[in-house]
């Protein structure tokens, strides 16, 4: 399960859940667990940004590599964990609501290819 952090639109803000071409999304009628709601439902979708952000592992790598080797350890963990993109962007429903949210660059390319079928 993938997550999706729900910016603003017809839903509540905050952390919802993407799953094989579905979303569990909180409304204000619906908090918990919130509804379920297909990919296939956007009429559109488009990316609002694009940004590189670091794993959130970085540190961790970082603090693993400096106790086995030195500040030279430290450095090497923190490049293993690597960056991520995270894509902020806006759907489009069929029904006319909408939802702007932010997700990591492979759940978006899910959402994405979900979205036509």
Do not use: C
Request: a negative charge.
């Amino acid at each position: 399960m993938a997550k999706i952090n729900v910016l603003a639109g017809n839903f509540l803000q905050g952390d919802s859940e993407y799953y094989e071409g579905a979303f569990r999304l909180k409304t204000l009628s619906n908090p918990a667990p919130g509804v379920k709601v297909q990919a296939s439902a956007f009429r559109n979708l488009e990316v609002a940004s694009q940004d590189s952000v670091t794993n959130k592992d970085a540190i961790g790598y970082g603090i693993a590599g400096a106790m086995l080797l030195g500040p030279v350890g430290a450095i090497a963990g923190y490049l293993m964990a690597g960056k991520e993109t995270e894509i902020t962007f806006i759907a489009t429903f069929k029904d006319g609501s909408q939802l702007l949210a932010a997700t990591d660059s492979d759940t978006y390319r899910d959402i994405s290819r979900h979205m036509s079928h």
